[in-house]
């Protein structure tokens, strides 16, 4: 079961620069979401989706867009990459948080932006 | 707001001895959910136990248990018999909804933990 998968594992931008993380699931999981995590802290919420068409802003979207063509696919855009965007992102998706169902995550995207 | 506070920043215990770890949190609501996960040096989070707001029975999952203690807004995780492969960072995490009756949910983390098993 390949579960949320995202690429790439590792990526250096210049200062500027844009790009996509991306995120699949293959759990046929409504709810998704995107976190970053700076060092020694928990991890914030970027954005998130209830479902194929409809996204909304998590705590920390500045910088940020998302889509959400497909159940499978929530891809996160960074336009113009700036140092403080360097951290780790982890995608994550959930059937039922409203049965209080875990979210499964992915295994990150490192990003450095110099 | 909602916080959730991890009062250790790093613990450590020896393999095979038992190590508490724990976790406040501040809300107001009645019905919301607590995780634990746990995040070993490859990165991945991974779920270690959870815990229904609406449930007296404190949650256990093999080794792991927890003492939710709902009037105190504490949810402390218990790791027993510690083996090496325990090492990792160690999240306290709070669900509720994002708006009241709404079907969004809101997971808010902790700063996370530091336990090092040693041999």
């Known amino acids: 079961n390949a579960g949320v998968t995202q690429t790439p594992k590792f990526r250096i931008l210049k200062i500027g620069q844009s790009m996509t993380l991306q995120c699949t699931q293959d759990m046929n999981h409504n709810y998704m979401y995107w976190y970053r995590q700076d060092p020694g802290m928990g991890l914030k919420l970027i954005y998130y989706s209830v479902g194929a068409g409809i996204t909304d802003k998590g705590e920390v979207p500045n910088g940020y867009n998302v889509s959400r063509s497909t159940t499978e696919d929530f891809p996160l855009r960074l336009e113009l990459a700036a140092p403080s965007q360097t951290s780790v992102y982890f995608c994550?998706?959930?059937?039922?948080?409203?049965?209080?169902?875990?979210?499964?995550f992915g295994p990150g995207t490192r990003l450095l932006v110099l | 707001a909602q916080t959730v506070t991890q009062s250790q920043p790093e613990m450590s215990v020896q393999e095979a001895e038992t190590v508490t770890l724990s976790c406040t949190y501040d809300?107001?609501?009645?019905?919301?959910?607590l995780f634990w996960y746990k995040q070993p040096p490859s990165r991945q989070m991974i779920l270690v136990i959870r815990?229904?707001?609406?449930?007296?029975q404190n949650a256990t999952e093999n080794r792991f248990s927890v003492n939710f203690q709902k009037a105190a807004k504490s949810f402390s995780l218990k790791i027993s018999d510690s083996q090496l492969g325990d090492t990792a960072m160690y999240f306290c995490?709070?669900?509720?909804?994002?708006?009241?009756?709404?079907?969004?949910?809101?997971?808010?983390f902790g700063k996370g933990t530091l336990l090092t098993v040693n041999p």
């Open positions: 995490a709070f669900m509720k909804r994002r708006h009241p009756g709404g079907s969004n949910y809101k997971l808010t």
């Open positions: 809300t107001s609501e009645n019905n919301y959910y």
């Open positions: 815990q229904e707001a609406y449930k007296q």
């Open positions: 994550a998706s959930s059937l039922a948080p409203a049965l209080g169902e875990t979210q499964y």
